[in-house]
């Protein structure tokens, strides 16, 4: 009979624990869904619209935080040789639009497809406040080094 007991309380032991597990997870889920809040974009909106006034610049993506934004420029045939002058001319542009943040403007491919990213886990609500600090501080470095 003790052998029976035993299995009996080892099978409970495991079922309780298990439960533990899956209820545990699920706080988890909503406590990332409940960090990620509407960030508001209307700097790196009004942004893209002045970026996109230059003839030179087919597309502008932009994030920002706070007055802080970040631009990618989409820039093609032959005005590609005069990525420099397009990139002074957008940054003049958007820092007399912004005079109070910083702003930061590249035309490389890898920043166009992280900002595009950040810009998506914004719509979706998927990235909290924290997150997109960290984010940016990464295509900061990138923008500074010239990636």
């Given at each position: 009979?003790?052998?029976?007991?035993m299995i009996t309380l080892a099978i409970i032991l495991l079922i309780s624990v298990s439960g533990c597990e899956q209820a545990g997870q699920k706080d988890f889920e909503?406590?990332?869904?409940?960090?990620?809040?509407?960030?508001?974009?209307?700097?790196?909106?009004?942004?893209?619209?002045?970026?996109?006034?230059?003839?030179?610049?087919?597309?502008?993506?932009?994030?920002?935080?706070?007055?802080?934004?970040?631009?990618?420029?989409?820039?093609?045939?032959?005005?590609?040789?005069?990525?420099?002058?397009?990139?002074?001319?957008?940054?003049?542009?958007?820092?007399?639009?912004?005079?109070?943040?910083?702003?930061?403007?590249?035309?490389?491919?890898?920043?166009?497809?992280?900002?595009?990213?950040?810009?998506?886990?914004?719509?979706?609500?998927?990235?909290?406040?924290?997150?997109?600090?960290?984010?940016?501080?990464?295509?900061?470095?990138?923008?500074?080094?010239?990636?």
């Amino acid at each position: 009979m003790t052998i029976n007991r035993m299995i009996t309380l080892a099978i409970i032991l495991l079922i309780s624990v298990s439960g533990c597990e899956q209820a545990g997870q699920k706080d988890f889920e909503s406590q990332s869904v409940d960090n990620a809040e509407k960030i508001s974009q209307t700097v790196a909106k009004e942004a893209e619209k002045i970026a996109e006034e230059l003839e030179q610049v087919e597309e502008a993506t932009a994030v920002s935080q706070d007055k802080d934004v970040y631009v990618h420029l989409k820039v093609s045939g032959f005005d590609r040789l005069f990525l420099k002058d397009v990139r002074k001319k957008a940054k003049d542009k958007l820092e007399r639009a912004n005079p109070d943040g910083k702003v930061e403007v590249s035309t490389d491919k890898k920043l166009e497809l992280e900002l595009t990213e950040l810009k998506h886990k914004l719509s979706d609500q998927k990235i909290s406040k924290k997150q997109l600090k960290d984010d940016l501080k990464k295509v900061d470095d990138d923008m500074k080094a010239g990636v």
